[in-house]
C-alpha cells in the first residue's frame, strides 16, 4: 500500500518562502504524475502543480514564477517550492498521485477525482 507524507507547513508573513515535502512511497507504477493541491476554508480543492514522471511539469496560472515543483526519485520525496507568497495562497496543501502521465495548461483546472492517492495534508498560512 502506498503513502504520501506531507510536511513543511507553517505561518510565513507575504513576500516569504516556504518549502514543503512529500515523502512517497509504495507506488511502483510508472508512468506516473505527483502534484500539490490545496483548499482553503469553504472553498474547493483546486490543483497547483504537477510533475510527471519524466519531469514535465504544470502550474496553475496564480502560482506560474513563483511556485515550483521537483521531485527526488533518490530520496522518493516530492517538493514545492513556494516563493513571494501571498495570504491568497494560505490553505491546506495536499500531496497526490496517479497513474499515467497527465498534464493541465492550468492546473487550477485539475480536479480531486483526477488523483487516486491522497496524503493528509499541511497546513499553510500566509499573514499580510
Known amino acids: 500500500q502506498g503513502q504520501l507524507v506531507e510536511s513543511g507547513g507553517g505561518s510565513v508573513q507575504a513576500g516569504g518562502s516556504l518549502r514543503l515535502s512529500c515523502a512517497h512511497s509504495?507506488?511502483?507504477?510508472?508512468?506516473?504524475?505527483l502534484a500539490w493541491f490545496r483548499q482553503a476554508p469553504g472553498k474547493e480543492r483546486e490543483g497547483v502543480a504537477c510533475?510527471?514522471?519524466?519531469?514535465?511539469?504544470c502550474y496553475a496560472d496564480s502560482v506560474k514564477g513563483r511556485f515550483t515543483i521537483s521531485n527526488d526519485n533518490a530520496k522518493n520525496t516530492l517538493y514545492l517550492q513556494m516563493d513571494n507568497l501571498k495570504p491568497e495562497d494560505t490553505g491546506m496543501y495536499f500531496c497526490?498521485?496517479?497513474?499515467?502521465?497527465?498534464?493541465?495548461?492550468?492546473?487550477?483546472?485539475?480536479?480531486?477525482?483526477?488523483?487516486?492517492?491522497w496524503g493528509q495534508g499541511t497546513q499553510v498560512h500566509v499573514s499580510s
Open positions: 497526490a498521485a496517479v497513474r499515467g502521465r497527465a498534464w493541465w495548461r492550468d492546473f487550477s483546472n485539475a480536479r480531486m477525482r483526477h488523483f487516486h492517492y
Open positions: 509504495g507506488y511502483t507504477f510508472s508512468p506516473y504524475t
Open positions: 510533475i510527471t514522471n519524466d519531469t514535465t511539469t
